[in-house]
């Protein structure tokens, strides 16, 4: 009952044997090795699995892997490049950290659509995410900061 | 300054060579007790053991807690990883230097005065020697007893502490990994537990071929006693067998629960030991007198990540990693549970998702372990389902408080009573008996009775309960209810959030009666000039005096706290407009952790304190019904989310050359009263029990 589904996982190919409809959070951490993407409640409520699929947020906990045969999959690992990381660097954006992999992932669709949000916007978008430590106002800063960041890169 | 007596860290593993090694590939390794669980602390004690030893932080590697190596420092737990573990950090590596530079001296043949020592190397007269702690380890021993003889540095000398290094975890937290959940061992097999619903009930039936035909792939039950276990090389197998798993169990002897069980009121008719503590009753006639009553219900910890453990038996020696508090804490628990020599157990600590005190992390353990008893040779990884975490993780406990007051002719209070209805926050919940798989393993030892004490600096259900305000005479009345209808243990703050809340309510309520400002009334109070530092503080940085009249629908709202009445100093001013739900939209905060060892980890947790109190007193219930926690998952327990994120000032008062104080938990109890002035100012009516629930607000403006 498993089968090769081929994507593209942050830049590459690849083809995992995997159950069609196990969950893609599992074959991207256990079968792939690429963590970045976290089980928080597997029920789309806290967005700790956030991945890019074509470049939209999905939650990667009840997504099944076989829908994503043929697609580009992005997780945090995939953004390590990305103005987001150091801009959360500078800020310490972040305590324990567990949120954060999804929260990246979905500023950086949030980015790539809208190069000025307001902190209103960057909050709206990051609805789907929770934060248990209340990190919230350096995340909030971060994502303001890597805009800028990409902005004034994007001018030079 | 020298110390009299060590701090308790240190006192307890007073060999310097537990604590630090100056390694032959040129490095410093530095062995701490306390760990990281979301605070920053590691990064904060590395920066210690740079500035005492004037070593560089890049040539420093931090190792914490582990059974086998670090010392033995408890739980890292109560805002006290920098008051005692980085006090007792600092002496040991005062020392260790003064005995490097003694050694330098006999080597140079000078006097240990003329030495200094830079970037980790001996300078004579300012000059290299050759010298380094590194060249010179050979020579030296640190198998020797602190002392506590040798004083640290002098604030001027200080290069290190004080200022916002960088967090040394995050970067591969940002890359995709550093947490226990995220290990993998060769042949490691994932595994998932069948929770006992209620204590003492006990497994009827079950149904193996309806949970392997719901996993779906090769998987492994294991049973031992009402322990029940699935085991698999997949783990999309196991959390499938998990998941199916409850509706295939028949439990017997599950006590039903019911909503009512999960409000404060409750405990009221429960059993409890009664305690007296502070000045005798007396009766003041012809004051005028105030009472009032909050309360907060049960609440959860509610890690982002379910609780994780990885465990190993390997050759009659298990391995345990957890996110736990204390390694040997849990090492000691988990000898207990599976009768085992903790001799035969090494625990070491490895990252979890933010906790906030007492969580499954020792639960999820001791799963792993039992499993790994059962199976040698084969690496478990457990991981909780986030059903199981909100279902039994131990609770933040709900708490009523009580206050009556007695007001003299100035309208300042003569006497005040706190009275305080409270579960357990600490009481033994970590002993082997009461983690839960012990409860279901063979020959299950009996459960212990928790107990706690009520004296009440720092207390636990009776934490900050003594005001820090000058009130002639002050006693407590606790009633301690051992056995509340769920388990309970340390959350954040323990009792200091809910007795704040009350206090700090309480005395806007009070100033009433003389029509005083609550600003004005808290500073005719404190004596303590850090104390007052911080609500004036505060008080400006929100624009207190634009404060108008109650009942316009916006507040503005103060609380002030000196955790534990002996720690960090945090005055906060909230400003809210309440419509349908209270929108907290902005918060000011002025806090005195005296010196500052990281200034920006200080704020990141003072700031963090703020939200999840906010979230706390704004949403946060657990909901108690049929066989246990109905309230499972997120959309049962909501808490604050990012467009509900008030805009927060912070600052950090300079607290010169005083002691560090621990802030990890300073401005809870302040934040929650600060939300229930504001919310009292906006309606021109009080709300005193949480959560502030739209339901409560439509009833306090009836």
């Known amino acids: ?156 | 300054m020298i110390a009299n007596t060590l701090p308790k860290s240190l006192a307890d593993n007073p060999r310097l060579d537990r604590w630090l090694q100056f390694r032959p590939d040129g490095r410093l390794r530095v062995c701490v007790g306390k760990v990281e669980i979301g605070q920053g602390i590691v990064t904060a004690l590395a920066q210690i053991a740079a500035d005492e030893l004037d070593v560089p932080l890049a040539r420093i590697d931090m190792l914490s807690g582990d059974t086998d190596e670090a010392p033995d420092e408890g739980n890292t737990s109560g805002s006290q990883s920098i008051e005692i573990g980085g006090a007792s950090l600092r002496m040991v590596c005062a020392e260790a230097r003064a005995v490097f530079l003694a050694e330098a001296a006999v080597l140079l043949h000078c006097v240990p005065e003329e030495l200094a020592v830079a970037q980790g190397a001996m300078l004579w007269l300012g000059r290299p020697t050759g010298q380094s702690y590194w060249t010179l380890a050979p020579r030296v021993s640190l198998a020797r007893e602190a002392t506590g003889a040798v004083a640290a540095k002098p604030r001027a000398a200080r290069a290190v502490i004080g200022r916002s290094v960088p967090r040394l975890d995050l970067p591969a937290k940002l890359a995709g990994g550093g947490y226990v959940h995220d290990m993998a061992l060769p042949g490691m097999r994932h595994a998932r537990v069948l929770r006992q619903p209620r204590p003492g009930a006990t497994l009827a039936a079950l149904d193996e071929a309806a949970i392997r035909k719901a996993a779906g792939g090769e998987m492994e039950v294991l049973r031992s006693g009402d322990f029940v276990a699935f085991l698999a090389d997949s783990e999309t197998v196991a959390r499938r067998a998990a998941v199916a798993a409850p509706a295939y169990a028949r439990w017997e002897g599950v006590d039903t629960l019911t909503p009512a069980m999960g409000e404060a009121m409750w405990l009221r008719g429960l059993p409890a030991d009664d305690r007296a503590l502070g000045a005798p009753v007396a009766a003041h006639s012809g004051l005028l007198k105030h009472q009032a009553s909050y309360s907060r219900p049960y609440v959860a910890h509610a890690a982002l990540g379910p609780s994780c453990a990885v465990a190993w038996m390997r050759d009659g020696h298990l391995t345990i990693w957890s996110h736990v508090q204390g390694v040997y804490p849990l090492r000691q628990s988990v000898a207990g549970a599976l009768r085992l020599d903790p001799a035969s157990i090494t625990v070491h600590h490895a990252h979890g998702a933010g906790c906030y005190g007492h969580n499954a992390a020792d639960d999820a353990a001791l799963d792993a372990a039992a499993i790994a008893q059962r199976r040698p040779g084969v690496p478990v990884r457990v991981l909780w389902q986030r059903e199981d975490e909100f279902g039994f993780e131990p609770l933040g406990t709900a708490m009523l408080v009580r206050l009556a007051a007695s007001l003299g002719p100035d309208g300042r209070p003569v006497d005040l009573t706190t009275e305080i209805w409270s579960g357990p926050h600490v009481g033994g919940a970590r002993a082997a008996a009461a983690l839960l798989a012990t409860r279901v393993l063979p020959d299950p030892p009996p459960a212990p009775v928790p107990n706690e004490p009520s004296e009440p600096n720092p207390g636990a259900g009776t934490r900050n309960a003594v005001p820090y305000y000058d009130i002639p005479a002050h006693r407590i009345l606790h009633h301690f209810v051992a056995r509340p209808p769920v388990r309970t243990s340390a959350l954040r703050g323990l009792g200091a959030l809910p007795n704040v809340f009350a206090l700090e309510c309480f005395l806007d309520e009070l100033a009433v009666f003389s029509k005083t400002d609550p600003v004005a009334y808290r500073l005719s109070l404190l004596a303590d000039p850090r104390a007052r530092a911080v609500v004036q503080r505060a008080a400006a940085m929100a624009g207190w005096e634009r404060r108008g009249a109650a009942g316009s629908g916006t507040g503005l709202g103060i609380g002030f706290a000196r955790y534990k009445n002996r720690s960090g100093y945090a005055a906060v001013v909230a400003e809210v407009v309440v419509e349908q739900a209270v929108r907290l939209t902005r918060v000011w905060c002025a806090a005195d952790a005296g010196l500052a060892i990281n200034p920006d980890g200080v704020v990141n947790q003072l700031e963090g304190g703020i939200v999840q109190a906010a979230s706390f007193v704004l949403k946060e219930q657990v909901v108690l019904d049929g066989a246990g926690v109905a309230s499972r998952n997120w959309d049962s327990y909501p808490i604050l989310r990012f467009p509900e994120i008030p805009e927060i000032e912070t600052v950090l008062m300079d607290g010169g050359d005083e002691p560090p104080l621990g802030v990890g938990e300073c401005t809870m109890g302040p934040t929650a009263a600060a939300i229930g002035n504001a919310v009292a100012h906006a309606l021109g009516a009080r709300i005193r029990d949480m959560p502030f629930t739209r339901e409560r607000i439509v009833a306090a403006l009836a």
């Open chain 1, 1 to 156: 009952m498993t089968d090769r589904i081929a994507f593209t996982l942050n830049g590459k190919p690849v083809a995992p044997r995997a159950d069609p409809t196990a969950p893609l959070l599992d074959v991207l951490r256990n079968t792939l090795g690429q963590t970045g993407a976290r089980y928080g409640c597997g029920a789309e409520l806290c967005g700790a699995c956030m991945v890019l699929v074509d470049d939209v947020p999905a939650y990667a906990c009840s997504r099944e892997v076989g829908t994503v045969a043929g697609r580009v999959v992005t997780t945090v690992e995939g953004l390590a490049g990305h103005a987001l990381i150091r801009a959360f660097l500078d800020e310490q954006a972040g305590q324990c950290g567990y949120c954060l992999s999804g929260i990246i992932v979905s500023a950086a669709a949030l980015l790539a659509a809208n190069p000025s949000p307001t902190r209103a916007e960057i909050a709206a978008a990051l609805e789907p995410h929770l934060c248990r430590c209340g990190a919230h106002p350096r995340i909030l800063r971060a994502v303001a900061k890597a805009a800028q960041m990409l902005r004034e890169g994007a001018a030079a």
